[in-house]
Every structure is written in C-alpha cells, then in structure tokens.
C-alpha cells in the first residue's frame, strides 16, 4: 500500500513539474486580443462590440476621418466620399491603418453585415418604389450601395429623401 501511494506522489510530482516548465495554457490564454485592451498577466474580458467599433471610430478620427462618427445604438455612420473634407482614397488608407490597429472591428462587421444587407435592401425598395427605380442592388457582402458615376442621378436621389430618409441610410459610394 504505501508503495503504491509513494508512486501516486512521485507521478502527480512529475505532473506538476512538467505544468510548471512547459506553461500551461488553455485556448482561451491564447485568443487574440482587441486593440485597446489592456495587455498584462491578469485574464482580461474580451471587449464588446460597442467598445471595438468606439476604439475604430477614435482611429479613424486620429488618421483625420473627422466625418466617421458613431451614434447611440453604436452603429458607424461613414460619410461619402468628398463631404468631409476628405477623399476616397484617404478614407481607404486611414481603414486598412484602423482594421490593423483594431483587429476586433473585422469580427463586429461580419456580424453585423447581414443586418446591414437587409437595411440596404429595404432602402433600395423605397427608392425603387418613390422615384429612382435603376438604383442598384447593395453588395450582398457588405450591404454597401455602389452607384456607377455615369448612373447616379442627383435628382432621383433627392426626390426619394422624403419617402425614404425614414430608414437608415446604407454605406454608399459613387463612382466605378
């Protein structure tokens, strides 16, 4: 009995010194963390998605996107291109510089995409229906609405404001 109590000792001994020099860890010690997080020995919770898309907007306002803003249900709300003082392609440069800083944002957008698609969709049909009936379909993606300079009527899409400003306003750019 006490020898095989002794060898029960000596095993769970071996055990405890192979945790100790081989770090153990769980899945969880290994996630990526969100830019913003505070990083240290202490576990720290994962960030909610309000908090991602704040830490994203604040980047965005750093890189001088003053137009990117987010309202009180957390949705970002990314003005066109050249209304802002600002430009396409300073708007695509200071986003891949964010989504970089802010790994989290591309996790929030993919969950939110689906919702945003049908918010597009819905918008689209209001269009379609109050004045501008070769609107496009959003990117099914992204819900983004891409209009094709040569296609974008200015006055078709101001006619159809009153009828449809009521819904929230998809991500759209015009041009090619």
Not at 41 to 47: I, R, T, V
Not at 80 to 96: I, N, P, Q, R, V
């Amino acid at each position: 009995m006490r020898e095989k109590t002794r060898r029960m000792l000596l095993a769970g001994a071996a055990v405890a010194a192979v945790l100790a020099v081989g770090g153990c860890s769980s899945a969880e010690d290994t996630a990526p963390r969100v830019a913003g997080a505070e990083g240290g020995g202490a576990k720290k919770e994962p960030q909610d998605d309000d908090a991602v898309r704040r830490a994203w907007v604040d980047c965005m306002h750093a890189q001088g996107q003053n137009g990117v803003t987010q309202d009180k249900e957390g949705n970002i709300a990314i003005p066109a291109a050249g209304t802002d003082g600002g430009s396409l392609e300073g708007y695509e440069t200071a986003a891949k510089t964010c989504d970089a800083k802010v790994p989290g944002i591309h996790q929030v957008k993919a969950k939110n995409n689906a919702k945003f698609v049908e918010m597009a969709r819905a918008f689209v049909a209001c269009a379609r229906k109050n004045g501008y009936p070769d609107l496009p379909d959003p990117e099914p993606q992204t819900g983004i609405l891409v209009i094709p300079t040569a296609a974008f009527d200015g006055a078709k899409w101001d006619a159809i404001q009153p009828a449809c400003s009521k819904l929230p306003m998809p991500g759209y750019r015009i041009g090619p």
